[in-house]
């Protein structure tokens, strides 16, 4: 699968586009309604079928509803039903169940196989309108989905899924291979000798980010000073996430030319972000990995991940020890067998680059699956 993401150009009728996500946002919460009430009553849970068959005739009794199409109102309630099982799911811990969704801030609608048609260039059909697009790059392959999406400035996108057929072949170009070690203050530690720094955008634009946010909560709610001030804040953080992307998609081209194979260690984000909250979220790891997989496979390299277990940290590059523990705040250390001096990062990041190799059988590697996106 491969998910392809156009920008529509402004008109005024992409008011009817935004209308008709608010609706969809009215019937999420009144899905979450019929949810909740049903349980009250029947202290069961809502079946997805027997939703829809009801959604289905209130939809003709609403005109209103009926701004969005048939199958987009399925989509809702095939969301929600996945949204449950994963809350009823005992071995996925910390997941809420859906909930209601305020209207004017409810994102998106998807339409499957219906509802929409690609005229050619640059135009689509949704409904009975005609919208024109940022043609980027060419449509291939099989159209799965059609989701139109509105962000926090108002702005639309048209988001296409397709079924990805052509699947590049592995290439060895360079014959490099190399292990990387993301850290708190360095954002990558390669195996080669080499450090890449994080810029932290987040942390750059901390001042403007609270000069704002006082502006906001000083204006009355209701306002159109306060939308005003909730434009200014929504642009100052679309504009951290633009430059961050963009250093993400220059930096992983550059890894890609310069390794054939490339290995990671397996995060685990969310205890990351128990201890170090915003730095974790700053940094953005997993969006990063997404994307160096999507270049990855589009040149035909492998992004290769360790075995969360495997101590990268703890383990002599140059014999093989082991050590029993290594707290966090220890960034060198000194192998009790071979009396190595070791800096952390840089012996963790060439640890995985030799325990990656299957030569080795040091503990086991997965490759990636990358969910592509552009």
Known sequence: MKTLKFKLYQHKRNRHLKRAINVAGMIWNHCIALHKRYYRMFKKHLNCAKLQAHIAKLRNRKPLWQQVGSQAVQDICQRIEKAYQAFFDRHRKGVKPPGFKPVRKYKSFTLKQAGYQFLGGNRVRIGNRVYQYWNSREIEGKIKTVTIKRSPLGELFLVVVVDSVVEPQT???TGRTAGFDFGIRTFLTCSEGFKIASPQFFKQSMN????ASRELSRKKKGSHNREQARFNLVRKHEGITNRRRDWFWKLAHWLANQFDVLYFETLNLKGMQRLWG????DLAFREFLNI??????????????RDPWFPSSKMCSCCGHVLESLDLKIREWRCPECHTLHDRDENAAINLKVGGSPSTGLGDVRLAQPAISV
């Open 171 to 173: 290439k060895f170009e």
């Open 292 to 305: 160096l997989e999507w270049v990855a496979q589009k040149q035909g390299k492998q992004v290769v991940y």
């Open 278 to 281: 915003r730095k974790v979220s």
């Open 208 to 211: 403007a980010i609270k000069k």
